[in-house]
């Protein structure tokens, strides 16, 4: 199930972090983001953005589904997590990139499907 509180995702960042020896500072120069994001996401009980969840995922080497569920492993329904996936990664591209990955979805849709 979806955390909806941003406090308890903040909780489970802290808890990686102590894991490793390291502390909010460290993690957010090295993925470049504002100190003061974790604070508020905990104090206004806001949940972060998806593509700054990933970025968070990938530094602390930990599953995002994990940030946000709680539960390690597999999502119940692998439609979902294709669906996510396919989201997230075109989010992480930079705008050029995307315009051409849907210009190709485009062209791809209209010589299969029609």
Same mark, same amino acid.
């Given at each position: 199930?979806?955390?909806?509180?941003?406090?308890?995702?903040?909780?489970?960042?802290? @808890?990686?972090? @102590?894991?490793?020896?390291?502390?909010?500072? *460290?993690?957010?120069?090295?993925?470049? #983001?504002?100190?003061?994001?974790?604070?508020?996401?905990?104090?206004?009980?806001? !949940?972060?953005?998806?593509?700054?969840?990933?970025? !968070?995922?990938? =530094? /602390?080497? /930990? *599953? =995002?589904?994990? /940030?946000?569920?709680?539960? !390690?492993?597999?999502?119940?329904?692998?439609?979902?997590? !294709?669906?996510?996936?396919?989201?997230?990664?075109?989010?992480?591209?930079?705008? #050029?990139?995307? @315009?051409?990955?849907?210009?190709?979805?485009? #062209?791809? =849709?209209?010589? @299969? =499907?029609?």
């Amino acid at each position: 199930m979806l955390d909806t509180n941003g406090f308890i995702i903040v909780e489970r960042i802290d @808890k990686r972090l @102590k894991e490793m020896g390291q502390t909010r500072v *460290d993690m957010c120069k090295a993925i470049s #983001l504002p100190t003061s994001n974790i604070s508020g996401w905990s104090r206004r009980g806001s !949940i972060p953005p998806a593509d700054v969840l990933l970025e !968070i995922s990938d =530094y /602390l080497n /930990l *599953d =995002y589904r994990y /940030l946000i569920t709680g539960q !390690i492993g597999e999502t119940s329904n692998p439609v979902d997590s !294709i669906n996510f996936d396919l989201q997230t990664k075109f989010m992480r591209l930079n705008e #050029l990139d995307r @315009k051409f990955v849907l210009s190709m979805l485009d #062209l791809l =849709y209209s010589t @299969k =499907y029609f």
